[in-house]
């Protein structure tokens, strides 16, 4: 399973991006999804993460700012990112998790560099 995350780059505060991470199709359908950042010398962290029956969570310094979706039937998700911040600046990874004990995985994309100017 490959995923491929694509989207980032570089924007002014206050800006916004759309982070497109493509898939296997049928993989979504079983899987949590999340997108995860991290910046020059910190631990990587949660973003925003979609599970099943639509249920989102995300970090506090995104709420109101950040939405996650998907396309399941495409192989498909996104990060919408909008009013942008400095502190946003990282690299952008997305993962897609199954925890059942037997048949789990774990997959990551390639991460795409956003990078915010004040």
């Known amino acids: 399973v490959q995923l491929q995350a694509s989207g980032g780059g570089l924007v002014q505060a206050g800006g916004s991006l759309r982070l497109s991470c493509t898939t296997t199709r049928n993989i979504l359908s079983f899987s949590i999804m999340g997108w995860y950042r991290q910046a020059p010398g910190k631990q990587r962290e949660m973003v925003a993460e979609?599970?099943?029956?639509?249920?989102?969570t995300y970090a506090d310094s995104v709420k109101g700012r950040f939405t996650i979706s998907e396309e399941r039937a495409k192989g498909l998700m996104y990060l919408q990112m909008t009013a942008l911040k400095p502190e946003d600046t990282a690299i952008y990874s997305c993962n897609v998790v199954n925890r059942d004990p037997i048949v789990g995985y774990n997959y990551w994309g390639q991460g795409t560099q956003v990078t915010v100017s004040s």
């Open positions: 979609l599970r099943f029956g639509g249920k989102t």
